[in-house]
T-cell receptor
Framework: GQNIDQPTEMTATEGAIVQINCTYQ??????LFWYQQHAGEAPTFLSY????GLEEKGRFSSFLSRSKGYSYLLLKELQMKDSASYLC??????????????FGKGTKLSVKP | ETGVTQTPRHLVMGMTNKKSLKCEQH?????MYWYKQSAKKPLELMFV???????ENNSVPSRFSPECPNSSHLFLHLHTLQPEDSALYLC?????????????FGPGTRLTVT
């Protein structure tokens, strides 16, 4: 079956670094996505990994290890506006013709002054 | 602004009512999706449309009826809902011919069934 796990909540301090982990089990892995969702707003696309390694995009980086079924999202120089839920999602080719996304429950990050 | 709009943003309906949710994407995408987001649960995929054709119905009860008249518009028709159907309903779109096929989400409709 499919399963995606990520911590429910995390707290960090403004200016610090935080790492949000995601582990997954799928039958037909074809890419992992991270989305950010502020309360009451739409999820917005942050990053995509399909090969092992680190993808860096400004203050945000995402890492993937396919052999371990593991990814993390790294947020540097945290700002108050980074307080949001972070959703890990895996594209599973066993789900739909082009592979539909399976989402984790999301990690609610609170950034404190 | 993600290029995907949804109306209404909030909806309260009784269990005997009939209502419709509307989604429109201005991105030229060829796939559209309906998701349900409930508290403390993952986003649940409900329906998928590729090029206006429904390609997936994820075991959704028949009281939810999707309609996709063209590749830019998607509706979710609601009738005889239950209180447990109260949730945030999100629409998304993607371009399935262009990797990585990331999905762009609308702001959602917050539905309360009384």
């Amino acid at each position: 079956g499919q399963n995606i796990d990520q911590p429910t909540e995390m707290t960090a301090t403004e200016g610090a670094i935080v790492q949000i982990n995601c582990t997954y089990q799928t039958s037909g892995f074809n890419g992992l996505f991270w989305y950010q969702q502020h309360a009451g707003e739409a999820p917005t696309f942050l990053s995509y990994n399909v090969l092992d390694g680190l993808e860096e995009k400004g203050r945000f980086s995402s890492f993937l290890s396919r052999s371990k079924g593991y990814s993390y999202l790294l947020l540097k120089e945290l700002q108050m506006k980074d307080s949001a839920s972070y959703l890990c999602a895996v594209r599973d080719l066993g789900r739909g013709s082009q592979g539909n996304l399976i989402f984790g429950k999301g990690t609610k990050l609170s950034v404190k002054p | 602004e993600t290029g995907v709009t949804q109306t209404p943003r909030h909806l309260v309906m009784g269990m005997t009512n009939k209502k419709s949710l509307k989604c429109e994407q201005h991105l030229g995408h060829n796939a559209m999706y309906w998701y349900k987001q409930s508290a403390k649960k993952p986003l649940e995929l409900m329906f998928v449309y590729n090029f206006k054709e429904q390609t997936e119905n994820n075991s959704v009860p028949s009281r939810f009826s999707p309609e996709c008249p063209n590749s830019s518009h998607l509706f979710l028709h609601l009738h005889t809902l239950q209180p447990e159907d109260s949730a945030l309903y999100l629409c998304a779109s993607s371009q399935i011919s262009t990797s990585p096929y990331e999905q762009y989400f609308g702001p959602g409709t917050r539905l309360t069934v009384t």
